[in-house]
């Protein structure tokens, strides 16, 4: 990724951006960029206040002017284009339902 196109995204986190846990903003140095493959971004956000790090896929415009790169179709990413961005709160709500499947199984219910 050229290093404006990263700055830009830095900054784009630091704006939209807020710990999930305590909703404090991101410092700079709270962003590390991990690296890209295709059209995703892979940063990991680490709070300065309660330390939660939280790992984080960020898709991209292509400005590269080369050939997308995807295993999905287009009809494919236009619906899960139009599904939005998966909220903190889906990400804790999945997590407590795979937590209560995994007892329910070992319970042998």
Known sequence: MQPKYLQE??????????????????????????????????????????????????????KSGGKRKSDLRQSEEAKFASKGAITASEIA???RWVS???TFVKKGK
């Open 9 to 62: 995204l830095i900054r784009n986190l630091q704006e939209f951006y807020k710990c999930p846990s305590c909703e404090t903003n991101y410092h700079f140095d709270d962003i590390r960029f991990l690296g890209d493959i295709d059209l995703y971004c892979f940063v990991q956000l680490s709070c300065h206040n309660c330390s939660l790090p939280v790992l984080a896929t960020v898709s991209v415009n292509g």
């Open 93 to 95: 709500e999945f997590h």
């Open 100 to 102: 209560k499947s995994k």
